[in-house]
């Protein structure tokens, strides 16, 4: 294929596609517009109902919601209508909570369509790079335990243990762990913070398979035992991907505020100029 060719094959892909996204925006557009219902001879279009659906706390257009929908928007033109017929709309003090009604619709969309534009898959994986590279590693243990009432029962089991008792078993039999206790006293991987500072201590003070002598906590006495060590593995981005979106969504949307703030001539007309103090000499 020569290089003018393969250009004109580029051309004509881009004009391709060009024409799809045309024909779907158009496509929507009429959908958009499409009547559903006419109501003194005010016309309801369907896109109106996702309007109508959000006004009512969100959910489907369709199904047994629709008629719901249509009926919340036939209550609306008509109650609208009344009110404009008695020139309520007319009113100084109508007109101020429109405008201000419109001005916080055209803030939102704003907002929305910036939000939009930081959000790529670029900027989510460079926020999630950099934020790993500060990230300190952090020390998990996998350990087991027994909860006893006692120090005295502490000490029992201790002994069971040393002549080679099943750790997995007496939890079983005498934890007053029920949560652990029924799988042999696992508490799975956990960091430092996570336990009370007597029973984290102790834990991590462990070498793996080391047992403690007992360890009294605001809970009772534990016999420990630690399974494993390991530095917390870091999550996924695909596991954080949707948290890292909203915040980038979330500063675009602040950075922008700040951003008109910064360019903005601000003045304020209830409170006294403030005059410059003259400097001493």
Do not use: C
């Not at 803030?107 to 900027?123: Q, R, S």
């Not at 956990?190 to 462990?206: G, I, S, T, Y």
């Not at 360019?263 to 005059?275: F, H, N, T, V």
């Amino acid at each position: 294929m020569t290089v003018s060719s393969r250009a004109l094959m580029r051309t004509a892909l881009g004009v391709a596609l060009a024409g799809a996204v045309f024909t779907v925006s158009f496509a929507q557009a009429q959908t958009a517009d499409k009547p559903v219902a006419r109501i003194q001879g005010i016309t309801i279009t369907e896109g109106d109902l996702p309007l109508a659906a959000e006004d009512l706390g969100g959910g489907p257009t369709d199904g047994q919601n629709r008629e719901q929908l249509i009926s919340y928007l036939g209550d609306l033109a008509l109650g609208a209508k009344a009110a404009a017929d008695a020139k309520i709309g007319d009113t100084p003090e109508f007109k101020r909570k429109l405008e201000h009604t419109r001005k916080k619709l055209l803030l939102e969309e704003f907002l929305t369509i910036e939000a939009k534009k930081a959000v790529t898959p670029d900027a989510i994986k460079k926020l999630y790079d950099e934020t790993v590279k500060t990230l300190p590693p952090e020390q998990e243990v996998r350990a087991r335990h027994i909860l006893l009432e006692t120090e005295d029962e502490a000490k029992d089991v201790v002994e069971k243990l040393k002549k080679g008792g099943d750790f997995a078993k007496i939890a079983a039999e005498l934890s007053k762990d029920p949560g652990s206790g029924q799988i042999g006293g696992d508490l799975g991987f956990f960091a430092k913070e996570r336990m009370v500072p007597e029973f984290a201590d102790a834990a991590f003070k462990l070498e793996v398979g080391g047992l403690s002598a007992p360890v009294k906590s605001q809970f009772g006495w534990h016999v420990i035992k630690v399974d494993e060590k390991r530095t917390k593995p870091l999550p996924p981005l695909e596991e954080v991907r949707d948290q890292i979106a909203q915040y980038l969504e979330r500063k675009a949307q602040q950075d922008t505020i700040i951003g008109l703030r910064a360019q903005a001539k601000i003045e304020r007309l209830d409170q006294p100029e403030k005059k410059e103090e003259p400097k001493k000499p």
